[in-house]
């Protein structure tokens, strides 16, 4: 094959033989199980739809916008509603 011009090659010296790979003969772990973009995000929503659903801790956490993983809460992640500072009347 080395030093012939491209246009003399035909189809099938070009082209392996992959004829042996068939889903139904290769394992499990070979298929595409990757999700798109957009299912990714369905997917995670319907996760996070159902944790509330059945008032898991893990959803009820999401709902009310707190840390879902054990994090501490004490000083990190001071955000959302604000409490007003009030001045002292008189004096």
Request: hydrophobic share 30%; net charge positive; proline share 2%.
């Amino acid at each position: 094959m080395r030093g012939t011009k491209y246009s003399r090659i035909s189809k099938e010296e070009v082209v392996p033989d992959r004829s042996y790979l068939y889903l139904d003969s290769l394992p499990l772990f070979t298929h595409f199980f990757q999700l798109l973009s957009t299912a990714v995000d369905n997917k995670l929503r319907e996760d996070l739809e159902r944790l509330k659903k059945i008032r898991l801790h893990r959803g009820l956490r999401h709902y009310w916008g707190l840390r879902v993983r054990g994090q501490h809460t004490k000083t990190t992640g001071r955000k959302g509603r604000t409490v007003g500072v009030s001045k002292k009347k008189g004096g």
